[in-house]
């Protein structure tokens, strides 16, 4: 956990844009219901970033899909019953992956406002060590043997580059709009 709060440090080194949205005293996610819903645990350098943000979407472009609290079913749910996912396995548009719940399946928890879509490879059994995925909208796959918050302070710290991504994307200094936690 301390390394969890090491790494969203950084990513906040690297997007001061988005630590106006920390919320104080943290979210309160009911993570065992989100968790038991979906059927396995969540990385916990996620599960930080969760506690301590809204939604983001950074730049106009990436969206960081956290779960609201009091819709931690409905995440679970929308990550079990992904239909992007399930349409692009049915196409056979995967490579060698596969959609989640099946052993090592793809959970996304972003996507850009272009079709890019960010996502964990479950599997090892560890979701710690859970590499983050990337399908770009022009059909490319990229795979990173790192955690969202290290994924994410890698991008736009300008270390970790994601092919077939747009020329403009990660930016300089993007802004960071935090969007309500209100469940309607």
Do not use: C
């Not at 996620?46 to 943000?53: H, N």
């Not at 983050?132 to 580059?161: C, K, M, Q, S």
Request: aromatic share 10%; net charge negative.
């Amino acid at each position: 956990m301390a390394d969890d709060m090491v790494r969203l440090q950084e990513l906040e080194a690297v997007l001061p844009a988005m630590t106006r949205w920390r919320v104080p005293g943290g979210r309160s996610v009911d993570w065992a219901v989100l968790e038991g819903s979906l059927g396995t645990a969540l990385p916990s350098d996620f599960r930080s970033l969760a506690e301590a943000y809204p939604i983001l979407v950074v730049g106009d472009f990436l969206s960081v899909s956290v779960p609201l609290p009091g819709a931690e079913v409905y995440w679970a749910s929308g990550a079990r019953d992904d239909e992007i996912l399930q349409d692009w396995y049915e196409m056979g548009d995967m490579q060698d992956y596969v959609p989640f719940p099946r052993p090592g399946g793809l959970i996304s928890w972003g996507e850009s406002n272009r079709g890019d879509v960010f996502h964990w490879k479950t599997s090892p059994s560890d979701p710690d060590v859970w590499p983050v995925v990337v399908r770009t909208d022009n059909g490319d796959w990229n795979e990173f043997p790192v955690g969202v918050v290290e994924f994410l302070a890698g991008v736009y710290g300008h270390t970790i580059d994601v092919l077939g991504m747009p020329g403009s994307f990660p930016g300089d200094s993007p802004e960071v709009l935090g969007l309500s936690d209100s469940v309607d």
